[in-house]
Each structure stands twice: as structure tokens, then as C-alpha cells.
């Protein structure tokens, strides 16, 4: 998985999936949006209460069905309204991001950043970087990589069943009792 795909086209736009914490990084954004200060589009933000609330596999499932990468905003340390969620997150995302290097798949991909409410230009621009940067390294593309495996998988259990299949006959044949002519 180590290649990279390269964009369709000069066209190409890169799908980022925002986990934004309610209470700073979400409040931010609006911020950013009253302040008409402008970050990249292609941005899709999703509200949880805390950066804690975000489970690795949400991460995992949002670029399994076709994000290019995904951007993690939470409260400063010592700010989370509910204690140590940043720091719980803190603690998965780098256990991810290991993971993410096992499978092949960039860690620039993903990033965690601390906004607070007040930070609307912090949210343009990491959001402005992340889309750069996600649009250096090309389309992700998932969920076409899932098909081919599925294919390649369909593949190889065809191919074990043929040798299964080929092994029992040769059993078969070599158990038959010979049939001597007296
Ligand atoms: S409440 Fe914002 S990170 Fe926990």
C-alpha cells in the first residue's frame, strides 16, 4: 500500500474528515466563519463533546470509505471540560499513528491539534496545511484498494479449493485397491 495513487487529475481535491471538540475547536471554526476568515472547503467537520469521544476506529472507518485524511481538534491541555479527555486522546493518537505505519498509510494523514475557542485563525490555518499537505501526498483511495483485496482474495480461495480439490482425488485414486486378473 506503500505507493501512492496519483490524482485523477490537476483537478483533484482532497476529503478530510474534521472531528472537532464542541466546546473549543468547533467554536473556533464558527468563529472563523463569522470572522469570514476563508480555509479550504473540502472539509467536513463532525462535533463530538470532547476529543476523547474520538474512538481510533472513527479515525480508521472515515478513511476506509474514501477520506483522504483526517483532522482531530480538541482543547489546549488542562482546558478539556471533562478533564483528561485530550489527554486520553492524546494517548490514542499515537498508538494510531504506529498503526497507521503498519498499514501502510501516512501519518501525515491524520493530525491532532489543540484550538481553543478563540483560535479562528488557528483553525484556517491548520485546516489550509492539512488540505495542502493532503493534497501533496494524492488520493488515499480505500475503498477501491478494499475491492481489489476482495478480489485478490476471491482469487487465492479459488485457487486453494482447486489444490484441495485435486489433493482428494489423488487420495481417492491412490486408496482404490488394484484389480489383479487371476
Ligand atoms: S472538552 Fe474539549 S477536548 Fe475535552
Known amino acids: 500500500m506503500n505507493e501512492v495513487i496519483k ?6 481535491r482532497p476529503r478530510v474528515v474534521a472531528f472537532f471538540c464542541n466546546w ?3 467554536t473556533a471554526a464558527d468563529l472563523a466563519g463569522v470572522s469570514r476568515l476563508k480555509y479550504a472547503p ?9 476529543s476523547g469521544r474520538v474512538d481510533p476506529q472513527f479515525i480508521l472507518d472515515a478513511l476506509a470509505r474514501g477520506a483522504d485524511g ?4 480538541g482543547c489546549h491541555p488542562g482546558d478539556c471540560h471533562y478533564v483528561e479527555g485530550n489527554y486520553k486522546m492524546l494517548r490514542r493518537f499515537q ?3 504506529r498503526m497507521l505505519k503498519d498499514l501502510g498509510i501516512e501519518e501525515e494523514r491524520v493530525r491532532l491539534e489543540w484550538i ?3 483560535e479562528g485563525e488557528k483553525v484556517k490555518r491548520v485546516v489550509n496545511e492539512m488540505v495542502g499537505q493532503v493534497q501533496k501526498l494524492g488520493p488515499l483511495g480505500m475503498p477501491g484498494k478494499f475491492e481489489e483485496w ?3 482474495m476471491e482469487h487465492f480461495a479459488a485457487q486453494v479449493e482447486e489444490k484441495d480439490a485435486a489433493a482428494a482425488c489423488s487420495c481417492a485414486t491412490a486408496n482404490k485397491p ?3 486378473t487371476a
Do not use: F, H, Q
Open 24 to 26: 473549543c475547536t468547533y
Open 42 to 50: 473540502n472539509i467536513r467537520v463532525i462535533r463530538l463533546m470532547c
Open 7 to 12: 490524482p485523477p487529475n490537476s483537478s483533484w
Open 95 to 97: 498508538m494510531l499513528k
Open 178 to 180: 488394484e484389480l489383479t
Open 150 to 152: 476482495d478480489k485478490e
Open 70 to 73: 483526517v483532522l482531530i481538534g
Open 116 to 118: 481553543s475557542a478563540a
